[in-house]
T-cell receptor
Framework: GAVVSQHPSRVICKSGTSVKIECRSLDFQATTMFWYRQFPKKSLMLMATSNEGSKATYEQGVEKDKFLINHASLTLSTLTVTSAHPEDSSFYICSARDLRDTTNEKLFFGSGTQLSVL | RKEVEQDPGPFNVPEGATVAFNCTYSNSASQSFFWYRQDCRKEPKLLMS???SGNEDGRFTAQLNRASQYISLLIRDSKLSDSATYLC???????????FGRGTSLIVHP
């Protein structure tokens, strides 16, 4: 089945540093990828929709200058948390749709990145 | 009102029990519906899609009620391995952007 590789799986960093998370579709092409964050015992909250070759669409309340998204190819999207602070500590997870899926239904998830900012 | 609402639980049931979860959605134009399973600190995994006519996959049955805007998941003969969080996912009408409920926690005990 389709696989989405996300790394790193865990990051511990100092406050003020930037962290890049990669999400790669291994055996399919994805024009659209979604980035979510999840706090403990909470729902996955959509942060942004990443579109290959164009600007990402951010959800209300998500700072686009804080969470930089790049989707430069059909198989790779990156999320960079700039100047991370402790309140950015969370579980970040990406998902992708196969370009060939005309029903737009099936989502394939990365394994998630646990970010801890000290 | 939240777009997708679920009772967070936890639902604590013995092995062999039958348990049901509901999920309500606010956008009447929503087009497609799913149940995902998520284990702690892992990625969600698709459990089943939910079709208008209802569908069954082994011990799991999903149903959609468009008039009342809810979907349900029924698990029969619960196993210890069914312990997880069950996420309701609704695709926004027209845009296919998936919206997740906060999940319902299920704990199956011996």
């Amino acid at each position: 089945g389709a696989v989405v590789s996300q790394h790193p799986s865990r990051v511990i960093c100092k406050s003020g540093t930037s962290v890049k998370i990669e999400c790669r579709s291994l055996d399919f092409q994805a024009t659209t990828m979604f980035w979510y964050r999840q706090f403990p015992k909470k729902s996955l909250m959509l942060m942004a929709t990443s579109n290959e070759g164009s600007k990402a669409t951010y959800e209300q309340g998500v700072e686009k200058d804080k969470f930089l998204i790049n989707h430069a190819s059909l198989t790779l999207s990156t999320l960079t948390v700039t100047s991370a602070h402790p309140e950015d500590s969370s579980f970040y997870i990406c998902s992708a749709r196969d370009l060939r899926d005309t029903t737009n239904e099936k989502l394939f998830f990365g394994s998630g990145t646990q970010l801890s900012v000290l | 009102r939240k777009e997708v609402e679920q009772d967070p639980g936890p639902f604590n049931v013995p092995e062999g029990a039958t348990v049901a979860f509901n999920c309500t959605y606010s956008n009447s134009a929503s087009q497609s519906f799913f149940w995902y399973r998520q284990d702690c600190r892992k990625e969600p995994k698709l459990l089943m899609s939910v079709y208008s006519s209802g569908n069954e996959d082994g011990r799991f049955t999903a149903q959609l009620n468009r008039a009342s805007q809810y979907i349900s998941l029924l698990i029969r003969d619960s196993k210890l391995s069914d312990s997880a969080t069950y996420l309701c996912v609704v695709n926004k009408g027209g845009s296919y952007i998936p919206t997740f409920g906060r999940g319902t926690s299920l704990i199956v005990h011996p």
